[in-house]
Each structure stands twice: as C-alpha cells, then as structure tokens.
C-alpha cells in the first residue's frame, strides 16, 4: 500500500514537472565580451572573397570618378558634391567616394602599423593631404560603405555588418597590397582606384582597391 | 475509510506543493500570468485580421507615442527621452515616458501598458536584443507600431525601424584613438559594460578588432564595471594596485572612462591615455581638461528625433520612407572638437 502511493505520488510529481516544462534555458547571448566566438566571421569572409573581386570591384570601378574631377566640383566641401558621386547610409553619416587617378608617391608611411602612402595627386592643386592607406590596418569602412549590394537591412546586426568590412580589408591586403613592394614605391609614379569617406577635414585617406605600378 | 481519505489528502498536498514549486521556475521573459492570458486573448482576438496584414492600426488608437528606455540616471538616456518627447510633442502628439531599468520583465509590462492605453506608436531603447523580440511582436499584434533606437533587436519585421547607433564603428574611432595616443605598444585595461546588455559585446568587440592588431599592446586586465561609474572607480584601485605599469585604460561608456579616470589620478599615475564612449558632457568636460583622451559620441538626440519623425510618417502614411535598420555613425570627440559637443549633439 505505500509502495503504491509513494508511485503515484511520484508520477503525479513527474507529471507535474513534464507539464510545466521546468527546464531553464540560459539564451546565449550573441556577443559575448571577449572570448566569444567571432560572430558571422566565417560567413562574411566566404561572401566577400566570393564577390569582392569579381563582382564589386568591376562595379567601383565603373562608378569611380576621376579624382581631381571630383575635388575641382566639390571645391572646398564634399557634402556639395555627395549626393551626385558619393553614397552614404543616413543624412548624417559621411559620403564615401569611390575616385580613379595617377599620382607619385612622395612618402611612404610604414613605421605605424595603419600605414600610408602620401600622394602627389596628378594635377590636383587643393590642399588636402592626400594618403593611400596600405596597411596592415586598415581605418574606417568606406570601401564596404561604397559598394551598392552591401545594404545594413540585410544583416542581422551591426557586428555581423562589420564583419564585412574586416573580411574587405583581408581580401585587398591579399590582392592588392602584396602585389606591391610598398617599400619600394617612394619616388614611383602609380594608378589608384579606391575609397575614401569625408570625414576629416583637410585629410584624404583612400583605401585601394587596385594599385598600378608604372 | 480513513485511510484512503488520509492517503489522498497527502497525495494532494504533495501535488499542491509541487505545482507551487514548479511553477514559481519561469523565465526571466515570463509576463505575470494575468498580463499574460490577457496577452493571449487578444491576441486570439487580432491575430485573425492581423495574420495577413499585420500593420492594422489598433480600433480608437490613442494619441499617445510611448517612449520607453533605460533608467534616466545615465544622461544619454535623458536625453533620449527628452528628444524623443520633444519632437512627439512638436508633432502633435502626447506622451508617457517610462523607463524599464534594463529589466526584460518590466520592459514586457510597459509594452502591456502602451496596448492598454492604445498607443499610436511606441519608441522604444530596449533591455535586451532577443528578449524584446516577443514585445514588439505582442505590439504588432494589438496594432502598435515599433520605433527601436540606440540597440538593435536579433530579428527584422516586427519592428517598423530599428535606427542603431553604430557602435562597433563608435568603438574603432576610439580604439584608433587610443593605439594612437598610447604610441601603438604598452600595458592597458579594458573597463567592459553590463553583460546582458548587446552593447557591451558589440563595444569590446570592435575595441579588440582594432587592438588586437597591435603585437606590442599588453591587456594586463579585463573587467565589467557594468557601466557604473563608481564600480569602475573600484575595480580600478585594484587592478592599479596589481598592475604598476599600466599606459592606458579603454571604457566600454563615458562613465566608466569617469571612473577610472578618478582612480587614476588619485593614484597618482601621470600620462595614463583613456578613452570612453557615449560622448556625455562629463567627459567632453575631462577631454577639456587633458584628463581623458577621447570618447565616439553616439548622436542620441538625433537618433531619438529621427525615431518620432518616423512614427509620425508611419502613422500617417503608412510607410516611413527609410529602409528599417539604419545605423547611425558615431563622431570621435577629442580635444579639437570637444567645444561643439553639448548634449549629445555637435554644434555645425
């Protein structure tokens, strides 16, 4: 007899844990501070190695404007000339161009780590300090920001967007800057199609996507 | 007889005792069960006419926006709240301003209390990126529309726009700051945010994404100062006590960068680089001042304007003109334009 009821006691004590489903979940948290896995890393890395080159890039450069075109129009403010050949996602952020031009490297910038080379820019005669960013780091997004099928709507969040940006910047260190002896270009004339948002005033800092050497 | 009745009573009461238990074991996401089958009635009720077009407005929707963010406490969601209610207004609208102290629960119980009111839309800093999924989505389905700002949610569709501060690009202007400032080597701490909230991942992430490019930048140490500033004060006397040789300290918030700030200099430690993040006025106060380096500010003011202005198209029209995520740039405020910075907002 109390065998019998220490049975039923413990169904009806079985049942009542099954019926409520008291299991509780802990949600993993989709980024977690440091030490978390890299979130949309690996898939942003495999899209854009699959499309930078072959889709964005022919795209930016049939889009690019010629450099000193684009600095004789917009005179001395770029918001002038933003909406005719740049793009940005808000009002508020900055336009990003995508430009084209010839230039002699007059120095070569290695000793920080987000190096740079400064460009005498082929008959361009603004003041603006024009620099072609070379790496290994890579500042801003506006290469990302520049291409037209790269939309934030499209992403989960804004870790995931930015991972784009990390994998462009891989993706024109391997095609584009270890084509080049960076070390060698001071006094050579080059190429440039590349990037670059308005941000700084009196500073132009362009992220290449091609890089010829003449 | 008796036995029997003696054996039941017992089997009752164990049974009582255990539902009790159990059912106390809910999730941190779960309504009260009142608000909850009221939750669900009317839900039942639209989700036949909501099912296919789940926009319907409310029947009778009120006038009222409801703007819902975290504890007015931190001045950016001051702010927030104060320029969310004063386009509303400006717009024709009234208000009821809430907060939800970073807590899921009480965030699902002011949602509750906007359907009651009937509100015209709702504008919302929420307390969790997957927790006000289910919030947004019992609005949708009483008829009120969404307007997220400053934190995103893991989900599109539900809300109307989701207008995010871009933190992550926030985070690298400052980190670029920092390396900069610290000579890109040196022994530093980093100061991280509250854990449950997305952005204190999303800030530390795209603070590492710059740093960890840096072979000679040292973190001696990592800690969570939960965004308060007087934590941030503590947790610095120690690490400072552990660590001699410490060149600089990054924030995941203004406040923190406060703190650790105070702890510094009561240390006596000279040329120590800090950086925050937010963009408050305490901190454009110590850039100023030569005490913190830099801080990204988050354009709060705008974004929360931005939010009213929408929900005002959206109400009227249907349709907001803008695509529903839109990420919104971060400003680096240092020493050379700390002048323009009040409130949130650059002056042209």
Partial sequence: MKKRILAIVLVLALAGAALTGCVKVVPLTSSSPAGGAAEGEGDAESYINGMFQKEAVPALKKKAVDFVQ??????DDLKMVGDKYGRHAEASSPYNFTVKGTATVEEVKTDLRAGYLVLKVKGYTGDAVVKLAVGPVFKGTSTRDSIEAIKFDDYKNQVTFAALSTAIHKNITENVISKVKVSQLK???????GTFADEQAGEILITPFEITVK | MKNTKK????VLAIAISMAAIFTGCSTSTATSSAAQSKAEASKAASSAAASSAAWIKADGASNIIVIITPSHSNPFFKTEADAAEAKAKELGYQTLVLVHDDDPTKQSELFDTAISKKAAAIICDNAGADATVAAVKKARDAGIPTFLIDREINETGVAISQIVANNYQGAKLGAEKFVEAMGEKGNYVELTGKESDTNAG???KGY???MDQYPDMKMVAQQTANWEQTEAYSKMESIIQANKDIKGVICGNDTMAMGAAAAVKAAGLKNVVIVGL????????AIKAGDIVATSMQPAYDIAQMAAVQADQYIKTGKTGADEKQLVDCVLITKDNAGKLNNFALTK
């Fill in chain 1, 70 to 75: 684009l600095m004789t129009e917009a005179k």
């Fill in chain 1, 187 to 193: 006094g050579k004339a080059i190429d440039f199609y």
């Fill in chain 2, 7 to 10: 054996i039941l009573a017992s």
């Fill in chain 2, 202 to 204: 999303v800030r530390s």
């Fill in chain 2, 208 to 210: 590492h994404e710059v």
């Fill in chain 2, 278 to 285: 937010d963009g408050s006025n305490d901190v454009r106060d």
